[in-house]
């Protein structure tokens, strides 16, 4: 770990690196909750179209 | 359609520009950036965490003025974006948060040192989560929306106070203090010691990620409506 800090502190442009990284880990989080929330719809449609089928 | 591809070829540029473009003493050509004393080469994360919390300010603005909107017209709509834009708020303030603290091990010693900017930035993450642990504890929908839209707006006008003036009439280390030696008297993070090329890049990077916001706020407003519509209608049928 010293080592590791050692090198971020005389290399710095892997510190401005790593802030990138964490901006794009909160937008992929972002799309991760998107996706989970349209998986929810994408299932109940298929649960209706399923439901309405059987009524036929 | 064509706002989508430019918006991939601004950000392009101003990742690649923000990355690699070198920072020297004198900047002769325009792809050069100035030394700041003490700073190096993670100067450059005024490009990325500058934007952040930019679009925390963004965020929780567009969710006031969406909670005004439900307010005089009771469409629930609005509630859902302004819940949108607060969750992107919520998200970017975590971002700039955490990209400060971790420049901050560097730049200032340690992660977390209760710099005025800390401080603000902390009250206003308590703040908004609050509003979240507020919505989801209430199971009425206009209920729900009636509260957080009013406790939306009380909660905004602390954002101006915590970031743009508590920080700047404070002494501390963050760039912009009453007490920074580039901007006397303390000011906007703009005053900081640019050359032109790094402001033009700085600027297109707060323009790329407002355009960024805008279409992640579209997409997470229009999930947010189907499912709302899809549970009335299975509720109805």
Sequence with gaps: MEGFYKFLENNSIFIVMIIVLIVWIGIFAYLFNLDKRLKGIEKEIEKEVEEDKNEE | ?237
């Design chain 2, 1 to 237: 359609m064509a706002w989508k591809i430019f918006l991939f070829i601004l950000l392009t540029f101003v990742l690649i520009a923000g990355i690699s473009f070198p920072i020297v003493e004198n900047p002769k050509v325009w792809y050069q950036f100035p030394l700041i004393p003490g700073l190096k080469e993670n100067a450059k994360i005024i490009f990325f965490h500058v934007p952040s919390a930019w679009l925390a300010v963004i965020g929780f603005l567009m969710s006031t003025i969406y909670s005004i909107k439900y307010l005089r017209k009771k469409n629930l709509d609005d509630d859902a974006k302004s819940y949108s834009a607060a969750q992107l708020g919520l998200i970017f303030c975590i971002l700039a948060t955490i990209t400060g603290a971790v420049w901050a091990k560097f730049a200032w010693g340690s992660f977390w040192s209760w710099d005025p900017r800390q401080t603000s930035i902390f009250a206003l993450l308590l703040i908004y989560g609050a509003w979240f642990a507020l919505r989801s504890s209430i199971e009425s929908e206009d209920k729900r929306a009636t509260l957080s839209a009013v406790y939306s707006i009380i909660a905004f006008v602390t954002v101006p106070f915590f970031v743009f003036i508590m920080p700047r009439i404070m002494d501390g280390l963050h760039p912009g203090s009453a007490d920074d030696k580039v901007t006397p008297g303390g000011g906007p993070i703009v005053d900081f010691r640019m050359n032109d090329s790094m402001l033009v890049i700085f600027f297109l990077s707060l323009i790329g990620f407002t355009i960024l916001y805008y279409w992640m706020w579209k997409i997470g407003y229009k999930s947010l409506l189907y499912k709302e519509k899809l549970n009335k209608k299975l509720i109805r049928g």
